[in-house]
C-alpha cells in the first residue's frame, strides 16, 4: 500500500497567540512573540526574556478537574489537538478509533514539575512527593492524554529528538498514513520548558540571547548581531490522512506531504556538523523520498535559530543541495517571531508550511538587518512576501546531530 497524504486540519499553541489564524496574521504581519519572562524570577539569570504564550487558559480546553493535575506542555498539545480536529471537521468514533494514531515530539516534557519536586523532595521528604509525579514529567503524556480525551487508538508514539521532534513525528505519522498502518493521524511537536533550569541550563552553553532591553529584536536569525536564540513554546498539530479519505468527506486540504528525510551527524552533542553536511544530506533525503529534483523548491522553512553555527552552516547545506538554485528560493525562519520552541519547534513549522503554501504567502524573517557573512541568500528580510508555492521544505535540526526535513507540496488532481 502507497497512499498519498494530506494535512487537513492545523492547530497552533504559540507566543504569537492562542487559535492557528490568529498565530498566522501575526507571523505573516511581522510581528514578534518575544517578551520579559513571567514564570519565574530572573534577576539571577543572564536571559530574562522568552517566547511565552499569553492569556492560555486549560480549562478552556481541558476538563476543569484534570487542569491542576496536568503538566502546561500536555495542556497545550490538548488545546492544540482539539483546534486541528475541529478546523479538519475530523471525527474519532468507535467505528474508525482503531485506526487512528498518535506520535507527538517533545525534548523534554515535564520540566517545571520535576523542579519542584527536587525541591520537595529535599525540603521537606519523600513522602510530601506527588503521586502525580511521574505521569505529569513524561513527554509520551502528551500522546497518551490525546489518546484518551480524543478516543484515537491506533500508533501511539512520542519521540524525543531534542529540536527535531516535532518534524521527526510529523514524517513518522505519514509514513504511518502512507504504508496503511494508520488512516488518520494526529501529529505535530509540544514544548513548555520555560523554566529556571532551561534557561539556567542554556546559558551555562552560552546558547541564549542576552538581548534583554530588546526582546522582540533578539531572536535574529541570519543577522550579524544575533547573539543566541531565544527559547520560546506552545504547540503545533496537524491532522494526515490518505488523499482518497479526504476527498470522500469533502474536507479542506491544505497541503500533501510527500517527502521525508532523517539523517545523524556522527560529530558532536551540540554542534552542528562542519559546512552542515549531515543537514545537508537530510534535505536530499528529503527530496528523493519526493522523488522530486531541487529545482522543485520554491520555499524553505528553515531551522534558522538565530545561532553562529546553525545559520552559517544550514546556509551552507542549502547550497549543497540547491547549488545554483539556492540564490532564487525564498527562505524564511520563523524563530525570529516564535522563539525556539525546541521540541514544539518542527510541529509548528509544518503548520505554517502548510500555511504559505494555502496562501501563497511567505512569512518573513524579522530583525535580519545585516546579513552576516556566508548568510547571503534570500531569507525574505523584514516583510512577508505574496509568492505562489508549490513545494515548500520544513527542516529542523537537533542536539546529538539528529536532523528532520519535510516536503510540502500544493495539492493537485
Known amino acids: 500500500m502507497d497512499r498519498r497524504v494530506v494535512i487537513t486540519g492545523v492547530g497552533l499553541v504559540t507566543p ?42 486549560a480549562s478552556d480546553f481541558l476538563p476543569q478537574k484534570d487542569v491542576k493535575r496536568m503538566q502546561l506542555f500536555i495542556a497545550y498539545a ?8 475541529e478546523d479538519s471537521g475530523f471525527v474519532v468514533n468507535n467505528g474508525n478509533a482503531n485506526r487512528v494514531g498518535v506520535v507527538t515530539g517533545c ?55 531534542a529540536c527535531a521532534a516535532g518534524t521527526h513525528a510529523v514524517g513518522e505519522s505519514y509514513k504511518m498514513v502512507k504504508y496503511g498502518m494508520a488512516d488518520a493521524m494526529i501529529t505535530g511537536g509540544v514544548e513548555a520548558v520555560i523554566t529556571e533550569t ?17 526582546p522582540q529584536k ?20 496537524v ?34 556538523s562542519p559546512e552542515g553536511e549531515g ?22 522553512n528553515a531551522h534558522g535559530t538565530s545561532t553562529d553555527l546553525n545559520d552559517e552552516y544550514e546556509t551552507t547545506a542549502i547550497k549543497t543541495v540547491f547549488k545554483e538554485k539556492a540564490k532564487s528560493i525564498a527562505i524564511s525562519s520563523t524563530k525570529s517571531m516564535t522563539g525556539h520552541l525546541l521540541g514544539g519547534a518542527g510541529g509548528i513549522e509544518t503548520g505554517f508550511s502548510a500555511l ?34 508549490n513545494v515548500a521544505m520544513s527542516n529542523s535540526f537537533g542536539f546529538g546531530g539528529t536532523n528532520a526535513t519535510l516536503i510540502l507540496r500544493k495539492y493537485t488532481q
Not at 494526515?240 to 532523517?262: M, S
Request: glycine share 12%.
Open 198 to 214: 532551561c534557561i539556567g541550563g542554556f546559558n551555562a552553553m552560552k546558547a541564549l540571547s542576552v538581548r534583554n532591553h530588546e
Open 16 to 57: 504569537l497567540g492562542i487559535g492557528t489564524e490568529q498565530t498566522w496574521e501575526a507571523l505573516c504581519a511581522g510581528t514578534s512573540g518575544i517578551s520579559e519572562i513571567t514564570r519565574f524570577d530572573t534577576s539571577l539569570h543572564k536571559t530574562k526574556i522568552a517566547g511565552e504564550v499569553k492569556d492560555f487558559h
Open 107 to 161: 525534548g523534554l516534557g515535564g520540566l517545571e514539575m520535576m523542579e519542584h519536586t527536587i525541591l520537595t523532595l529535599f525540603n521537606k521528604g519523600p513522602k510530601r512527593v506527588s503521586p502525580f509525579f511521574i505521569p505529569m514529567i513524561i513527554g509520551n503524556m502528551a500522546p497518551g492524554m490525546i489518546s484518551i480525551y480524543f478516543g484515537a487508538k491506533g500508533p501511539n508514539l512520542s519521540l524525543a529528538t
Open 239 to 272: 491532522i494526515l490522512e490518505p488523499l482518497e479519505n479526504a476527498l470522500e468527506r469533502g474536507a479542506k486540504i491544505y497541503a500533501e506531504v510527500c517527502g521525508f528525510g532523517l539523517s545523524g551527524d556522527g560529530f558532536h552533542l551540540a554542534a552542528p
Open 356 to 389: 504559505a503554501i494555502r496562501d501563497s504567502i511567505i512569512p518573513p524573517t524579522i530583525n535580519l538587518d545585516t546579513p552576516d557573512d556566508g548568510c547571503d541568500l534570500d531569507y525574505v528580510p523584514h516583510v512577508a512576501r505574496k509568492q505562489d508555492i
Open 279 to 300: 543537514g545537508a544530506r537530510c534535505m536530499q533525503h528529503a527530496l528523493d523520498d519526493a522523488q522530486m529534483s531541487s529545482d522543485s523548491v520554491d520555499y524553505i
Open 218 to 237: 533578539a531572536s535574529r536569525p541570519f543577522d550579524r548581531d544575533r547573539d543566541g536564540f531565544v527559547v520560546g513554546e506552545g504547540s503545533g498539530i
Open 78 to 85: 490538548t488545546a492544540a489537538t482539539r483546534m486541528a480536529l
